[in-house]
């Protein structure tokens, strides 16, 4: 157990509707990053949030935004879903300058 | 842009037998390489490597890291069927932010 901890476990949507996907970090961890994990491939970084300003984006379109709380939970929004966004979402905390991140259990989204 | 590359893509093994894990990368500036294990959803860390030649040891995983040819391995000893699981290795950009991961390796430990 890491301490981060992820909601919903899992989430059904159909095309064009909007999803938000919450995130509590590990205890004393500020900086929270957020990746895709599709169905047979690794985790694709999204982006990430330090003192609730975002820190470094990936290579996903704005449709996908996020937000960072004074307590350091993080939310995920997707707008206008599409079925490519079916995957599993990651959500991984740390320490300021250290590179170990810890992950919690992820949400599982499919998009029909 | 950095690349992660892991091979082989999965494996079938019988418990007791050793798994060796490749993962060979191309980054600017690189700081450091991390092995994670993903059971079922979350990746649980395993190893962070930062210098070369230097064995991380964990039971009966370890792992190391060759700079100079930039790859990492890690091994499994003894394999037991907990073992099975997807193994990724990654790389960070820059202190604490954008892990880029490979693909991972699907380790599946028959009894």
């Known amino acids: 157990e890491t301490g981060v901890t992820q909601s919903p476990t899992h989430l059904i949507k159909t095309r064009g509707q909007q999803v938000t996907l919450r995130c509590s970090s590990q205890s004393g961890h500020n900086t929270v990053s957020w990746y895709q994990q599709a169905l047979g491939q690794g985790p694709q970084f999204i982006f990430q949030?330090?003192?609730?300003?975002?820190?470094g984006r990936g290579n996903f379109p704005p449709r996908f935004s996020g937000l960072q709380f004074p307590n350091y939970s993080s939310e995920l929004n997707v707008n206008a879903l599409e079925l490519d966004d079916s995957a599993l979402y990651l959500c991984?905390?740390?320490?300021?300058?250290?590179?170990?991140?810890?992950f919690g259990p992820g949400t599982r989204l499919t998009v029909l | 842009e950095d690349k992660v590359v892991q091979s082989p893509l999965s494996l079938v093994v019988h418990e007791g037998d050793t798994v060796t894990l490749n993962c060979s990368y191309e980054v600017t500036n690189f700081r450091s390489l991390l092995w994670y294990k993903q059971e079922k959803k979350a990746p649980t860390f395993l190893f962070m490597l930062t210098s070369s030649g230097i064995e991380k040891k964990s039971g009966r995983l370890s792992s190391i890291l060759d700079k100079k040819e930039l790859f990492s391995i890690l091994n499994i000893t003894a394999t037991q069927t907990g073992d099975s699981a997807i193994y990724l290795c990654?790389?960070?950009?820059?202190?604490?932010?954008?892990?880029?991961f490979g693909g991972g390796t699907r380790v599946l430990v028959k009894p």
């Open positions: 990654a790389v960070p950009k820059a202190a604490g932010n954008k892990l880029t």
């Open positions: 949030y330090y003192r609730e300003e975002e820190n």
């Open positions: 991984a905390s740390t320490w300021p300058g250290t590179d170990t991140q810890y």
